[in-house]
């Protein structure tokens, strides 16, 4: 009897503890209901009934949370519900450095906030940093961004070196994986790999997305995509068609606000793979075939192109684009490209209207700023993509209709190399079989293409980088086999990205890679030394171990390369960025030592990737004898080239 004495008396304390101040707060919100209904909108006691009913259905609201999680709106000052419309993580410009932060977009207000610290057994908050009610917020103008600070820009050579950190670290935990090791170290190589990847998140964007408070300060933002920046502003464009009142929120109110963030988010990780679950898709790796068809649906004749963008290391990179269509409503590009996948899980496609008033320059950049007319995104689904056909599929973007194709060739597959069953021609052959033939000792394909570049090319953005049209990259093939004699005209009018895409198409089919199979574990040695002397030794003896056509070619390219190097501020092709381009192209191991040592497609594309590039690099930025050293040599030269 003692005992169901006690058990009731603790209910009842429990009910007391828990439900009558809810019951209390519940009833005190029907009364302030009652007392609205019946008291003057002019009456000094309006606004304070107001506030309170406000915060009585907060706190009803988050009551209710845990029995419905799916509330995604909190309650204004007049009442009425605050939608969360969207979410995500930006890096901020703040007091000139970057920070991280996780901004929200709700219906008449934009908030960014900062993820605090969480103590043991306590909940993670949100801490706000600032805040602007939408009809405050502005876009700056060309010339209020004129005024503005430039934005200090980290070292492209420092971005490759974390992706092959984080690819190298990727590779160490599948290991441990796979032989069952301990879970400490598996943790400990995951926070190294987080560290990497949140440096490469934070550092990586350069696209600028400036706001404005028209009663207060301007906030920059940068972005990894153009696609991310007109999200954003067309966003909050579309929000700002409503009636909008300008306010001001109480430290109550924005303390209400805040704390609903981290209930309301839709965005919970920051985007990298360390805070995906093992089961989650690693991404594709290898090359995507995408043909870029035709669109349809624009209003009016204009000059149309296209830009293909992919996800890479949790950011999204320009990797293409089409030719511009002029004054049309119905373009037809039918252009191919052959784009790299570096674990990436979606495709964008932005179709922009060409701009060619050089009054309308980007005050941030210097480049005159071009429309989007459309965008849309699909998920590269390993069934879909990973089949030898292609899959035809059309994407609809603001009432516009883009038809593409792709197909794709996983990382294992790119490794072959199939030799030409022809031997008349250069695409497939041996190297020395070219130059024997040619009675030259640098392949007549390899200068011609060198010289376009350097006449024409040597001061375009990306040019390496950015993909060529593969249907103009197969014909140039085809003419240089053939050998026909319309070559240099085809070159001249050719696309410049074309003509850099067939060099690297050239290279990449020879038989065995300049640099060789034989040479590529002592070339893995080599560059792994610590001792310089004895780094600069090994690696000098390497290359005078080369035959002599592949040596000066190797020689030839690096001279090109340097000249490029030298471009960088208008061609943004760094010493570092066109190693890594090249660095894998030059020197690869062989399809046999790859089945042998490598497991997943991940590994295919992290195995020795930073070995590869680190070679190339190291011959960049200790150059041996040079090539026009080298040309004066008769030893070397019994003919021109």
């Not at 093992?278 to 192109?305: C, M, R, T």
């Amino acid at each position: 009897m003692e005992i169901l004495l006690i058990i009731r008396f603790c209910c009842n304390c429990t009910y007391a503890l828990l439900y009558k101040p809810i019951d209390r707060v519940t009833r005190s919100t029907l009364v302030l209901h009652d007392l609205l209904k019946h008291t003057p909108v002019d009456h000094p006691d309006y606004p304070l009934l107001q506030d309170a009913l406000r915060i009585s259905q907060n706190f009803l609201s988050s009551i209710n949370e845990d029995i419905d999680p799916r509330r995604t709106a909190v309650t204004t000052p007049k009442g009425e519900t605050r939608q969360l419309v969207k979410d995500g993580f930006l890096v901020e410009m703040s007091e000139s450095s970057r920070k991280l932060r996780h901004v929200f977009l709700f219906t008449d207000v934009l908030l960014c906030a900062k993820l605090k610290k969480a103590s043991a057994g306590k909940h993670q908050q949100y801490d706000c940093k600032w805040y602007i009610p939408l009809a405050d917020l502005v876009f700056p103008s060309p010339e209020e961004s004129e005024a503005s600070p430039q934005v200090h820009l980290f070292p492209d050579h420092e971005l490759e070196d974390m992706k092959m950190k984080i690819s190298a670290l990727k590779s160490e935990i599948q290991k441990e994986k796979a032989n069952k090791g301990q879970s400490r170290a598996i943790e400990r190589l995951k926070k190294k790999m987080f560290e990497n990847e949140f440096l490469l998140l934070l550092n990586s964007p350069t696209i600028p997305f400036r706001i404005h408070n028209r009663n207060g300060k301007s906030y920059l933002f940068l972005l990894s995509s153009d696609y991310e920046r007109s999200e954003w502003r067309e966003a909050i464009q579309k929000l700002q068609k409503k009636d909008l009142q300008a306010f001001v929120l109480s430290s109550v109110e924005l303390q209400v606000l805040t704390g609903s963030c981290f209930k309301l988010r839709t965005v919970h990780n920051i985007p990298v793979t360390s805070n995906k679950d093992d089961d989650e898709s690693p991404g594709l790796y290898g090359f995507l075939h995408v043909i870029v068809h035709s669109a349809k649906g624009f209003k009016q004749s204009a000059n149309l192109y296209c830009t293909l963008e992919v996800d890479s290391f949790g950011y999204f990179v320009s990797k293409a684009k089409t030719r511009v269509f002029r004054d049309t409503t119905e373009p037809k590009w039918d252009e191919e490209f052959e784009i790299e996948l570096e674990g990436s899980q979606s495709l964008r496609i932005l179709c922009y209207e060409k701009c060619y008033d050089k009054t309308k320059v980007n005050k941030d950049n210097n480049e005159i700023v071009d429309k989007i007319m459309g965008k849309g995104q699909i998920q590269l689904d390993p069934q879909t993509v990973e089949t030898k056909n292609w899959h035809t599929d059309v994407i609809e973007m603001n009432g516009i209709k883009v038809e593409f194709s792709m197909k794709f060739t996983s990382r294992d597959m790119s490794l072959k190399r199939t030799p030409s069953k022809k031997q008349t021609g250069v695409f497939g052959v041996k190297i020395s079989v070219v130059t024997k033939r040619e009675r030259s000792k640098v392949p007549y394909i390899v200068r011609q293409c060198v010289e376009e570049v350097e006449k024409r090319g040597i001061e375009e953005v990306g040019i390496y980088r950015i993909s060529g049209v593969a249907t103009d990259i197969q014909a140039l093939k085809a003419v240089f086999d053939a050998n026909n004699k319309d070559i240099l005209l085809m070159l001249s009018d050719m696309d410049i990205n074309a003509i850099a895409g067939t060099l690297k198409l050239y290279f990449r089919e020879l038989p065995e890679p300049l640099l060789t199979d034989r040479l590529y574990p002592a070339f893995m040695e080599g560059i792994a030394l610590s001792d310089p002397a004895a780094k600069e030794n090994c690696m000098m003896h390497l290359l005078r171990s080369l035959p002599d056509p592949n040596l000066i070619t190797f020689l030839f390219l690096l001279e090109h390369l340097k000249r490029v190097a030298e471009k960088e501020p208008i061609n943004k092709m760094s010493l570092h960025n066109l190693a890594t381009v090249f660095g894998p192209t030059l020197l690869r191991p062989s399809e046999v030592e790859s089945k042998a040592h490598l497991t997943s497609a991940a590994d295919i594309w992290s195995h020795d990737v930073m070995a590869q590039v680190q070679v190339l690099l190291y011959y960049l930025q200790h150059p041996p004898i040079s090539f026009a050293e080298l040309k004066r040599n008769t030893l070397y030269f019994s003919t021109d080239v």
